[in-house]
């Protein structure tokens, strides 16, 4: 029995009317392309949409679907346009927006979490300072985007969608509070940092002061308080002075990962700090001379400190002679390229 044509079903069949041909062209595209996927015009034919490929009515749908939200238009450099799917609940963000109000919103939108500076915003919009100006405090108003404070240029105004977090290379991480460094903060995670390295780096014995036995007779405020003041006095010499080095080929100093989980772990911080973040602490105590890379710069250890005549604490041996921080020590042999009869850094340490 032949086939009758007519009775084949259409595989793309035309739709009735101009909303039914926009919700076939929306789907289409957000089945066939990802949020982030630009398209264009001769992306969009392929998909058989569009009856007879008619451009006027491809242009009147993507317009419909522009203004509903559904469609956002992406110029690349100037050249021709195209558009991205935008999912049915961002779209309902645009719909109480105007024009211009939609079009700000856009570019704070593409943004991210890097955020945009507003006079970007005028260059690419073309809008009056005025008129933009009202568009951001309308979208302000309305909880749609927010201002930062950038660390690297805190004279800016910046504008990122207002459930976002600026990312760190924006805000300046931990160390930055409302785009100041954050000083105090800073030094108590480097006082904190150095005395961890410093509990690991060295043997400590009993103290004298560990060993002593508390009086049973009753001091007042003044004497208990003067009595912890001087022991804590003693204790901190005597620790000084037995720090005992590990022994050769000890591979228990700390590490970046270990120093980062102990004090996420002890809460000084309000923020889960990052091994980056703490790896930039490590190098300023390291240019400071108060740590020291060991075990091929995976690990720090603290530089053993003593108490001078006048109180002051000075260095080791080691560190001040310029071998003890040579960045071509494993070179430096006699009748070698580098070596200690020619070394001028040593003449000059020792002159």
């Avoid at 066939?32 to 001769?42: D, L, T």
């Avoid at 993507?62 to 961002?90: C, Y």
């Avoid at 080791?316 to 430096?332: H, I, S, Y």
Wanted: proline share 6%; glycine share 6%; charged share 25%.
């Amino acid at each position: 029995m032949a086939t009758n044509l007519d009775d084949v079903p259409d595989p793309h069949p035309t739709p009735s009317s101009p909303k039914e041909l926009c919700n076939a062209l929306y789907a289409s595209c957000a089945s066939k392309f990802k949020a982030a996927k630009v398209f264009h015009q001769e992306d969009i034919l392929p998909l058989k949409i569009i009856p007879n490929d008619n451009l006027s009515e491809l242009m009147d749908c993507i317009n419909r679907l522009m203004q509903d939200g559904l469609f956002k238009l992406h110029s690349a450099g100037g050249t021709k346009p195209g558009w991205k799917v935008v999912s049915r609940e961002n779209a309902k963000k645009y719909q109480n927006l105007n024009i211009e109000e939609a079009l700000v919103f856009s570019y704070v939108e593409s943004s991210g979490r890097e955020g945009i500076w507003t006079r970007t915003i005028r260059s690419r919009t073309n809008l009056h300072q005025t008129t933009m100006n009202r568009c951001l405090k309308i979208l302000e108003s309305k909880i749609l985007i927010k201002p930062i404070q950038s660390a690297k240029f805190p004279k800016r105004k910046i504008y990122i969608l207002a459930h976002l977090q600026p990312s760190d290379d924006v805000t300046g991480g931990p160390f930055y509070t409302d785009g100041l460094l954050d000083e105090e903060f800073v030094h108590q995670m480097c006082i904190w940092a150095e005395r961890y390295v410093l509990g690991r780096s060295w043997y400590h014995p009993p103290t004298k002061a560990q060993s002593r036995k508390k009086g049973k007779s009753k001091l007042s405020q003044e004497e208990a308080e003067e009595l912890r003041a001087q022991e804590f006095r003693e204790a901190e010499k005597e620790k000084a002075a037995t720090m005992i080095p590990m022994p050769a080929g000890y591979t228990g100093y700390p590490t970046v990962p270990e120093i980062t989980k102990a004090v996420n772990e002890s809460g000084l911080s309000g923020v889960i700090m990052k091994e980056a973040e703490m790896r930039q602490l490590m190098e300023i105590l390291c240019w400071d001379n108060r740590l020291m890379k060991v075990m091929g710069g995976k690990g720090f250890k603290a530089v053993r400190l003593g108490d001078g005549r006048d109180g002051n604490r000075t260095q080791n041996g080691l560190t001040e002679a310029p071998c003890g921080r040579c960045p071509v020590f494993d070179l430096c042999e006699e009748s070698g390229p580098v070596n200690a009869r020619t070394c001028t850094y040593f003449q000059d340490w020792l002159a």
